[in-house]
């Protein structure tokens, strides 16, 4: 196998032992490496290429290079040589595969390890950093290595070392799971909250209070809100198994810990009238503290006996399943927490991307504005109860029919509501498909508007400016590139011209078959243009504003081109396709 270029990162020794990973290939693995003295390692510069390198590789002679055991020599190697490190491809492959099992390992032993309070949110983050969800990616990373003559066999060890951390972390998960609240208990709980928050009093008493500290206490920390602070203690206590008293306790105790160190700093804004004689203190300032301390407390205590009476007075509904179309996924965002025991449920059919925008956090803990939508099979009494709670976001949950033998069917429908082209659907056209009769007369539309010879349109012979002239003329939705109806003709050479060496920047639009043979449509899809897979014919997009990367197959494909008007953060991620009027054409 040849050569290829990663960015490699460390690996421990003693943790590969812990799990038994006996990976010579990786371990013994040797590089040219090039240093003067005792300073950094760097990747020697060969036939002239810099790129990659640093300055002082460039100066360093590729004679002196030694052959160094890359593992050891990787803490003190060059930052800007790395990339330029030269391993055998298999070797590379090994390499990553032994970073993610690491990876997994470590998160599995992290949710094996805890021993607090199990919560909703903080599962919908294990959850969203389990190992099953890089189990493709790593088997597809290993699939090469399988076959090879020299590592084959430790591309099975490290495959039956993958599939044992993924049983690991799927275990770890469902132990999590089973000493999280009942998923009645959380139902009930959050909507005994919801009942109360929309009570206008609770909030109003709540900025009152808020107003006697001012906007800073201390170093200018802005105090926590007072109803959301007991809201939350008070909701944690009773999922946890606590009775009325047992929460009540809890919530004071929060909100001692945050409010019982804080300064009045405006007596005119204490509620009336007064819980505390202004006699038997020793100022003004002490009787104002105290006065202040029994007003939170009776707050604390008046409204989680209101919470208790929503809770006494809350139906446990039906426990019949149905489908539940979830947009804003993973629910990891701070807005999440009263939907974070969704996360529990199965998800049926594909994750799709969804047009919304919410803050949540990707497996490294990097916030994110981007989010997708999945279905689930949920009972009846979480979805009414998950519905109540986000009645003011329009758009984010949407119910669906009660589940029956064909709930995968009806899976895939809610999920077109928000994205129209399912992997499902394509995969269910079968081997070596042919372009239906929609896509090829919405095929031939366009060709009659393009014209047969464009000013600007591709030939082999045409001189380098007039190729410029013509990508930049696609990339500026000026002319449309038209899959043929047949394997045979130029339009793959055009894309492959398109693309190579470097996609078009800039938002496309990629016409295409969405849903089933039998129930299709067309539709146009935004996004970025990735690459061209001439030899399976599959075209690489990635959703607009989003992470997704879509395999659409060219027999799906009704057309593709630039959009120079779709260049914000407002651009859709879909919209019907309307053809174009006897009067348009595309040059």
């Not at 969203?128 to 790593?138: C, G, N, T, Y």
Request: a neutral charge; aromatic letters at 8%; proline letters at 6%.
């Amino acid at each position: 196998m040849g050569h290829g270029r990663s960015r490699l990162s460390s690996l421990d020794r003693a943790e590969l032992r812990r799990l038994d990973v006996d990976l010579p290939a990786v371990v013994e693995a040797k590089a040219q490496l090039v240093r003067s003295g005792t300073g950094k390692w760097h990747a020697p510069v060969s036939d002239g290429k810099t790129w990659g390198h640093c300055q002082h590789a460039v100066r360093l002679s590729a004679g002196t290079a030694e052959q160094v055991v890359v593992l050891d020599a990787l803490g003190n190697l060059c930052a800007n040589c790395v990339n330029a490190v030269q391993l055998p491809d298999a070797v590379q492959a090994l390499w990553r595969v032994l970073e993610e099992i690491l990876r997994a390992d470590a998160r599995a032993g992290a949710l094996a390890a805890v021993r607090g309070p199990r919560t909703w949110p903080s599962y919908a983050k294990a959850l969203e950093q389990a190992a099953h969800h890089d189990d493709a990616e790593v088997r597809a990373l290993l699939k090469p290595v399988l076959e090879h003559d020299e590592f084959g066999v430790q591309g099975w060890r490290a495959l039956r070392s993958w599939t044992a951390v993924v049983e690991r972390s799927d275990q770890a998960l469902a132990a999590y799971r089973a000493a999280a609240p009942a998923a009645a208990a959380t139902a009930s709980v959050t909507a005994s909250c919801d009942a109360v928050a929309a009570d206008r009093a609770v909030h109003e008493e709540s900025r009152a209070l808020g107003a006697v500290i001012g906007s800073g206490y201390g170093y200018g920390r802005p105090p926590a809100e007072l109803w959301a602070m007991v809201r939350a203690a008070w909701t944690m206590a009773r999922e946890q198994g606590r009775d009325a008293g047992g929460a009540l306790d809890f919530a004071s105790s929060t909100v001692a810990r945050e409010w019982g160190r804080a300064r009045v700093r405006d007596v005119s804004a204490l509620p009336l009238p007064s819980m505390t004689c202004a006699a038997g203190h020793d100022s003004p300032a002490a009787w104002a503290t105290a006065e202040f301390h029994h007003q939170w407390h009776a707050f604390v205590q008046r409204w989680c006996a209101r919470l208790e009476a929503e809770l006494a007075s809350a139906s446990q509904g039906s426990k019949h399943e149905q489908l539940l179309l979830v947009c804003g996924w993973p629910l990891t965002s701070p807005d999440d927490g009263d939907l974070a025991f969704l996360s529990q449920y199965e998800q049926v059919g594909s994750r799709v991307p969804w047009g919304g925008s919410r803050e949540c956090y990707d497996p490294y803990g990097d916030r994110q504005r981007n989010a997708d939508a999945v279905v689930l099979v949920v009972p009846e009494f979480a979805a009414e109860r998950a519905l109540a709670h986000a009645a003011r976001q329009r758009g984010r949950l949407l119910a669906g029919p009660p589940l029956d033998e064909d709930g995968a069917s009806a899976a895939r429908v809610l999920l077109r509501t928000a994205y129209p082209l399912l992997a499902e659907d394509v995969s269910a056209d079968g081997r070596r498909p042919r372009p239906s009769e929609r896509v090829r007369e919405a095929r031939g539309v366009l060709r009659a508007r393009r014209g047969s010879e464009p000013p600007v349109h591709w030939a082999p012979q045409r001189p380098e400016d007039s190729r410029w002239r013509w990508k930049e003329s696609f990339r500026e939705g000026q002319w449309i590139w038209v899959p043929d109806d047949t394997a045979e003709g130029p339009a793959g050479q055009e894309l492959r011209e398109l693309v190579e060496p470097y996609p078009p920047r800039g938002v496309m639009r990629l016409i295409v078959e969405t849903g089933t043979r039998d129930d299709a449509a067309l539709h146009v899809l935004y996004g970025t243009l990735e690459t061209w897979d001439r030899r399976r014919r599959l075209l690489s997009f990635t959703a607009a504003q989003t992470r997704h990367r879509l395999c659409v197959p060219v027999h799906r494909i009704v057309g593709l081109t630039g959009d120079r008007n779709r260049r914000s953060s407002s651009t859709p991620l879909w919209e019907p396709y309307t053809p174009p009027a006897a009067h348009e054409y595309y040059w």
